[in-house]
């Protein structure tokens, strides 16, 4: 089986505030929304304040922290998405940014 067939790939994702990139694995069934939660969670771990830069980006606003593919242009991805629907198919150590957004919907 080829990576064409499923098999997992990593990707390669930058975190602003930690000022490094993580490589995670992925492959054709992983859900966007998944690795967005393994970014933060472990980013929290490390003791990256990701909940500071997130509020001082949109401000009092509710956060998204969503995830944008670099390549073939900058695209924010749907979080219930998984890997394996992305056009143009995912390539190995591909780039991809984690970035917030103000919740859409949320009224406090």
Do not use: Y
Not at 1 to 12: D, K, V
Not at 44 to 54: C, F, L, N, P, Q
Request: aromatic letters at 8%; glycine letters at 6%; hydrophobic letters at 35%.
């Amino acid at each position: 089986m080829s990576n064409e067939e499923g098999f997992w790939r990593s990707i390669i994702v930058d975190v602003e505030p930690r000022q490094k990139e993580f490589r995670i694995g992925i492959d054709d069934e992983t859900r966007v929304e998944e690795v967005i939660r393994t970014l933060v969670t472990q980013a929290r771990d490390e003791g990256v304040s990701v909940d500071d830069w997130a509020k001082a980006k949109i401000g009092d606003q509710r956060p998204e922290f969503v995830l944008i593919r670099k390549a073939p242009e900058p695209t924010r991805l749907s979080p219930g998405a998984t890997f394996g629907e992305l056009e143009p198919k995912i390539t190995d150590d591909e780039f991809f940014l984690l970035d917030v957004v103000p919740e859409v919907g949320f009224s406090s």
